[in-house]
């Protein structure tokens, strides 16, 4: 892989390719060996950098404030979201919010995360990988437990 290959593309492949990925839960145990494993990749120093900064936000993301929309509030996604973000992407995401199984401030993290990459646009594949990568990274507590990767691959993308 070359120093222009897409962040996200090296970390899915990073975490299915290494011990990393345990079934449906990421375990990140030695943050040298993903360093090592990045610079094997072929990614420059500031776009590992990036890369590293990137998974952080998702261990830093239940010691963040959460402020969850008014019940009546409508989510419009802005112009660049929906320039990045797959269409049927954003209706699962949207799919999702409405049936409970994410809340309002895991929505906005879930974009946040998408826009930070940098990137005109993401796959559905790749939206579907950051999604399991939120929701596998939260507290069993908060969720009653994840989705299975398997419900969300299954899952439809239209809303009822």
């Known amino acids: 892989m070359n120093n222009k290959a897409p962040i996200l593309q090296v970390l899915m492949s990073l975490f299915s390719d290494l011990p990393y990925f345990d079934g449906d839960m990421v375990k990140l145990t030695n943050s ?9 990749a072929g990614l420059a120093p500031q776009a590992i950098e990036q890369a590293i900064a990137w998974l952080e936000r998702f261990s830093k993301f239940n010691d963040e404030p959460r402020a969850d929309y008014h019940p009546e509030t409508v989510r419009v996604f802005t112009p660049q979201e929906k320039a990045i ?46 999604f399991e990568m939120t929701i596998a990274n939260q507290e069993d507590e908060l969720f009653g437990g994840f989705i299975p990767i398997e419900e969300v691959l299954t899952r439809s993308f239209r809303i009822h």
Do not use: V
């Open 85 to 130: 973000i797959p269409t049927e992407s954003l209706r699962f995401l949207l799919e999702a919010y409405l049936a409970g199984d994410i809340q309002s401030h895991e929505l906005e993290f879930i974009i946040e995360q998408i826009i930070s990459l940098g990137t005109h646009t993401i796959t559905e594949e790749q939206f579907l990988w950051i």
């Open 32 to 40: 040298q060996e993903i360093l090592h494993e990045l610079q094997k």
